[in-house]
Every structure is written in C-alpha cells, then in structure tokens.
Nanobody, 122 residues
C-alpha cells in the first residue's frame, strides 16, 4: 500500500489550495480515506474523512464550510479542496487510510501517506 500527497505550498490568507493523494495497493471497497494535519509543536489532528464509495464525508469543526474532501471516480485519488484559508491552517497535511469508523483519530489509521506542507501567510 502506498499513499502520496501532493499540492501543498505557500498561499495568502483567504486563498485556495487543492491537495491530492494518489493511492495504490488498497482494498478500496474496504477502507475509508481521510486527511490529517500536524501544525508545528502540535499533535496530529483529524481534518476530514469519507468512505471510498464517496459518501459520509465528515469534517472537524474548524474546517467545515471551507474544506471539501472528494475522490476521483476512475482512479484511486483523494482530494482536499481548501478555501478561505487561514494562518491557523498552516500544517503538514497527510492522507490516510483505514476502517472508516476508526479513521477519526491517528490510532485508527492503517496506512499513512507522506505529508505535504501547507503554509498560509497573513
């Protein structure tokens, strides 16, 4: 199983970024997918999740209405569209996979992708 996140960068507050996560070797019908983030000096936190069928998306309160998790229909790729970015969104973002019911905490993740850094300037 391999996951690789892309799309991070430097953006001004109020801006937009779209992160992508390419997956391979996954039993797609079995696992949910999620995004986590880890800001400097803080613990890794849950951001969003969905099941691989594309339903039941869920978000941490701090990103509701600003972030959207989605997936490609024809290939194993997960996205996170981030709008109205704030400096407090600055973090390394990780895609992750595991049982849908469990991937709201880092301990429930079975597979981690390499992170991508998002920096939001004020």
């Amino acid at each position: 199983v391999q996951l690789q996140a892309f799309g991070g960068g430097l953006v001004q507050a109020g801006g937009f970024l779209r992160l992508s996560c390419a997956g391979s070797g996954l039993a797609l019908s079995m696992y949910g997918m999620a995004w986590f983030r880890q800001a400097p000096g803080k613990e890794r936190e849950f951001v969003a999740r969905m099941n691989w069928a594309g339903f039941h998306d869920e978000y941490v309160d701090s990103v509701k209405g600003r972030f959207t998790i989605s997936r490609a229909t024809s290939e194993p790729t997960l996205y996170l569209e981030m709008t109205s970015l704030k400096p407090e969104d600055t973090a390394v973002y990780y895609c992750a996979s595991g049982p849908y019911a469990e991937i709201v905490v880092p301990g429930g993740v079975r597979y981690w992708g390499r992170g991508t850094l998002v920096t939001v300037s004020s």
